[in-house]
């Protein structure tokens, strides 16, 4: 298993952990301190309930029972945070099958595909995610620096910032994820030729001029009468 595949799934499973979070979270926007008429009061609002607290540590919770009644905003970023969570799930999966370690997945060459794929699904689920996180800061923003804009007024929750930390660690770890099946391309593959039985004839040494080197019997090179 190699260290670039280990930094993708603790990157791709922690952002998808941040995102669990932030969109569990009831810290999505918080009363702005400065234009609290009581400052030791504030409401945090999230994309499921909406808190109450003060100075003395109580907290009171609200959770809207009527759905289809919120704003428009806040169901595009329920559904896109959704969307993210469920993505990120199938991302962790695949990124499971895809390690080099684990004997499910098959070949090699099919854990590459199933690693590009958790990667391509762990960039989704980011996506989504910084989606949804900046529709909302968006129209906090907004309603902060209109002048016109005579309700409470909110500023960025806790919420945000992790949720844009999660995508951001989800798009990091797809990207590493699509780069090893290319790394796995890239693997040098050892061939190996057949060139069949080596002959005697074929084995002979040869002289400089080209002509082949006989080994003769020795006794065989003088006559009878060198032994006289």
Known sequence: MSRAQISALVSGVGGFGAVVAATASSEWKVTTRASSVITATWVYQGLWMNC???ALGSFHGRQPFIIFKVEGYIQACRGL???AVSLGFFGSIFALF???CTKVGGSDKAKAKIACLAG?????????SMTGCSLYANKITTEFFDPLFVE?????????FIGWAG??????GGVIFCFSISDNNKAPRMGYTYNGATSIMSSRTKYHGGEDFKTTNPS????KNAYV
């Open 52 to 54: 109450a607290g003060n």
């Open 81 to 83: 945070m959704i969307a």
């Open 98 to 100: 895809g390690m080099k």
């Open 120 to 128: 391509i699904v762990f960039i989704l689920s980011g996506l989504c």
């Open 152 to 160: 409470q007024k909110y500023e960025l929750g806790a919420a945000l």
């Open 167 to 172: 995508a951001s660690l989800c798009i990091i």
């Open 220 to 223: 065989k090179q003088f006559d």
